[in-house]
């Protein structure tokens, strides 16, 4: 079935249906770049990603300087089929696409029933915006949230990884002269010690450090409060990394000597102790990845790795229809869905702001 043909009773709500028919050459991406006022510089689409999807049949509008963060010009973008236009022209796309959620103000300025692709942020914890998303039947689908036939979630494996490897990069920075630091390297040279790291938590993005961190030279340690997250672990990052169950005496002993301490999210509840934090170095470099993200320095690496997901994803959209059609096909789409047909069916946002949820099966089911 074409896009141009999608009648009112089927699954998608009529305002969908409305800017679908009125768009009956294809589906418009609409491209949008980060808020000047914030710290975000990762990116979705690279020029390329753009030239392999319009020529897959898609229409794409981009704000114009919205490549600019990942070292793109407008131009560039142009060559591959892109048309730059203004920030409110591309907010009319059928299909919306930005790396952080939309602010009240621009979400107002889309289409009604149409799409948002973005990644989770602190943004939908905010009742205005949900309401804004709810009053204009927007549907809200966050990347880092879903998953893929196999089960993985897939965009955020992505940032995870990369998270990780860029956290070793501000180490290597904060640990030279030119960083501030007391010039050292992260690896040992003929004679001399490596500088230590240790790493607490557990997740793609902490293997990706410890990986990293043992590739640069460097003697790492991984610690975690779970044994068979650890065991895990050893048989993903090797001999070379050591895997060590949090343990007072432990943690004390490698905090003390540690010239790099990467804080993340433990497999069960932690909290770094006082009493350690007062031994450690002076000039320890000390990097929590629960209110940082690493990759915001390359955001160059994000894009190329997040449009080859994305590619794949507009394909497998093209193939059932459209959006509305992947959700109603695909469980793993459903996972990363925020609102839908001017409904909130996120539990958690449901839940922090005391705002009723609606379960997205039940919905499909009642559509069906």
């Known amino acids: 079935m074409s896009y141009s043909s999608i009648e009112e009773n089927d699954l998608q709500p009529q305002e969908m249906v409305e800017v679908l028919e009125k768009n009956a050459g294809g589906i418009e991406l609409g491209l949008l770049a980060n808020y000047a006022d914030g710290y975000e510089t990762r990116m979705l689409l690279t020029p390329e990603a753009c030239g392999m999807l319009t020529s897959g049949g898609y229409r794409m509008v981009m704000e114009s300087g919205a490549g600019s963060d990942i070292s793109f010009s407008d131009e560039k973008y142009a060559e591959y089929g892109v048309k730059i236009v203004s920030r409110e022209e591309a907010l009319k796309a059928q299909v919306v696409l930005c790396y952080t959620p939309l602010k009240p103000k621009d979400i107002k300025k889309m289409q009604k029933g149409a799409v948002l692709l973005c990644m989770m942020g602190h ?24 998953q893929s036939h196999n089960d993985e979630p897939v965009f955020s494996n992505i940032i995870d990884e990369i998270n990780g490897r860029a956290a070793i990069m501000y180490a290597e920075e904060a640990l030279s002269f030119l960083g501030g630091g007391k010039g050292v390297l992260l690896a040992g040279v003929a004679g001399i010690n ?27 340690t991984l610690m975690d409060n779970d044994i068979s997250t650890l065991q895990v672990a050893k048989e993903v990052v090797g001999q070379s990394i050591d895997t060590i169950a949090i343990h007072p005496r432990v943690l004390f002993n490698r905090a003390k000597t540690a010239d790099v301490i990467i804080l993340g999210t433990t497999t069960r509840p932690f909290e770094f102790p006082a009493n350690v934090k007062a031994t450690l170095k002076s000039n320890v470099y000390l990097l929590d990845m629960v209110e940082n993200q690493p990759s915001v320095c390359v955001p160059r ?56 949820s609606v379960d997205i099966n039940v919905m499909l089911s009642a559509a069906n």
């Open 301 to 356: 690496t994000v894009a190329m790795a997040i449009s080859n997901a994305l590619v794949n994803f507009f394909d497998e959209m093209q193939m059932k229809n459209g959006f509305y059609g992947m959700v109603a096909t695909t469980p793993g789409v459903q996972q990363g869905l925020v609102t839908y047909e001017g409904k909130l069916v996120d539990k958690l946002i449901g839940s922090y702001l005391g705002m009723p």
């Open 194 to 220: 490596p500088c230590e790291i240790l790493i607490i938590g557990m997740g793609n993005d902490m293997i990706a450090a410890a990986k990293a961190g043992a590739a640069a030279g460097a003697r790492v």
């Open 123 to 146: 943004d939908f914890f905010d009742k205005s915006t949900i309401k804004a998303l709810m009053e204009h039947k927007i549907a809200v689908g966050c990347l880092d949230n879903m």
